[in-house]
């Protein structure tokens, strides 16, 4: 067994930023993605296949120690009225992924989550990882088979799984998607002049982690042998999306334009990620305000 890192839908935002930090700390990197990158990294293997692709999973697994799962080929809203998209886009290619690999031993393997749409709207705040869950999307309800699914493979193969259920995650490098990522979308909307929709009064509560908290949280699992577990991984502070657009107005000192909208049924009122458990078990903890992040996005964004 090699000591590379393979990852599953590595030529995303957050594949992305995660093969940056590889490629720094001198690992051999394979990225399999369904799509192109956006740039390509010197030293790093790409491969244009599907994370079930039985040719390539079956020839690069005993190559790699660490398989980090970050494909998701839906979002919350791209599978709202669609729940066959979440079997067909990502629950079959998981679970066809797993069968290629059973027979490979030994590596670790990460699956990133969601923290943002697997609790709903939890009992009580911070959510813990023992709170219920009970996805109020078909996106958060595939998430949370396929956490299912890959805890009984750890306990049916003796692969150690870890689960990472980030928070809204945003930060320079993402690419503006329909949907997902409101930070991003804000800035967009200043930028452009264009009206940003708000589904409801504003009052809807997020936590926001910066990318770089978000790669620093997987290195550290990776590198540690005490990895297995789920962990939620969140800036353990909550913003409402009105004081979101009123960070994003002071940074940018331009108007944020807002067209309000009557509320979705599928809108989680408020999460906010409890993160005792990463931190006693890794020592991490995020260092980047949202303040400061926005402010960051928004260089990015402005000098590209």
Same mark, same amino acid.
């Given at each position: 067994?090699?000591?590379?890192?393979?990852?599953?839908?590595?030529?995303?935002?957050?594949?992305?930023?995660?093969?940056?930090?590889?490629?720094?700390?001198?690992?051999?990197?394979?990225?399999?993605?369904?799509?192109?990158?956006?740039?390509?990294?010197?030293?790093?293997?790409?491969?244009?296949?599907?994370?079930?692709?039985?040719?390539?999973?079956?020839?690069?697994?005993?190559?790699?120690?660490?398989?980090?799962?970050?494909?998701?080929?839906?979002?919350?809203?791209?599978?709202?009225?669609?729940?066959?998209?979440?079997?067909?886009?990502?629950?079959?290619?998981?679970?066809?992924?797993?069968?290629?690999?059973?027979?490979?031993?030994?590596?670790?393997?990460?699956?990133?989550?969601?923290?943002?749409?697997?609790?709903?709207?939890?009992?009580?705040?911070?959510?813990?990882?023992?709170?219920?869950?009970?996805?109020?999307?078909?996106?958060?309800?595939?998430?949370?088979?396929?956490?299912?699914?890959?805890?009984?493979?750890?306990?049916?193969?003796?692969?150690?799984?870890?689960?990472?259920?980030?928070?809204?995650?945003?930060?320079?490098?993402?690419?503006?998607?329909?949907?997902?990522?409101?930070?991003?979308?804000?800035?967009?909307?200043?930028?452009?002049?264009?009206?940003?929709?708000?589904?409801?009064?504003?009052?809807?509560?997020?936590?926001?982690?910066?990318?770089?908290?978000?790669?620093?949280?997987?290195?550290?699992?990776?590198?540690?042998?005490?990895?297995?577990?789920?962990?939620?991984?969140?800036?353990?502070?909550?913003?409402?999306?009105?004081?979101?657009? %009123? $960070?994003? !107005?002071?940074?940018?000192? /331009? &108007?944020?334009?807002?067209?309000?909208?009557?509320? *979705? =049924? #599928?809108?989680?009122?408020?999460?906010?990620?409890?993160?005792? %458990? $990463?931190? !006693?078990?890794?020592?991490? /903890? &995020?260092?980047?305000?949202?303040?400061?992040?926005? *402010? =960051? #996005?928004?260089?990015?964004?402005?000098?590209?």
């Amino acid at each position: 067994m090699g000591n590379g890192v393979l990852l599953l839908g590595g030529a995303g935002f957050l594949g992305t930023a995660l093969v940056d930090r590889f490629v720094a700390e001198g690992k051999e990197v394979h990225v399999v993605s369904r799509s192109a990158p956006a740039g390509v990294v010197e030293g790093v293997r790409y491969h244009r296949a599907s994370l079930d692709d039985d040719k390539v999973i079956t020839r690069l697994m005993p190559q790699c120690a660490t398989v980090i799962h970050v494909a998701s080929g839906t979002t919350p809203g791209s599978s709202g009225r669609h729940p066959l998209y979440e079997l067909n886009l990502n629950l079959a290619p998981t679970l066809r992924f797993l069968e290629l690999s059973r027979n490979i031993r030994p590596f670790q393997l990460v699956f990133v989550s969601s923290g943002g749409t697997l609790y709903g709207n939890p009992e009580r705040l911070p959510a813990d990882e023992k709170c219920i869950l009970h996805p109020l999307s078909y996106h958060g309800a595939g998430k949370m088979a396929l956490e299912a699914f890959l805890l009984a493979f750890s306990h049916e193969s003796g692969v150690p799984v870890t689960i990472l259920r980030p928070s809204n995650l945003y930060g320079p490098g993402q690419s503006l998607r329909q949907g997902f990522g409101v930070v991003r979308t804000m800035l967009e909307h200043v930028r452009s002049g264009s009206a940003f929709e708000i589904w409801g009064d504003g009052e809807t509560v997020r936590d926001f982690l910066y990318i770089d908290d978000m790669v620093n949280a997987c290195s550290g699992v990776i590198a540690s042998s005490r990895g297995a577990g789920t962990f939620n991984v969140g800036s353990g502070v909550g913003y409402s999306l009105n004081q979101l657009a %009123a $960070i994003v !107005e002071d940074v940018c000192r /331009q &108007p944020l334009t807002v067209v309000r909208r009557p509320p *979705r =049924r #599928t809108d989680v009122r408020a999460i906010v990620l409890d993160i005792s %458990a $990463i931190r !006693e078990r890794f020592d991490w /903890q &995020p260092a980047m305000s949202l303040e400061v992040g926005v *402010r =960051r #996005t928004w260089e990015w964004l402005t000098v590209r």
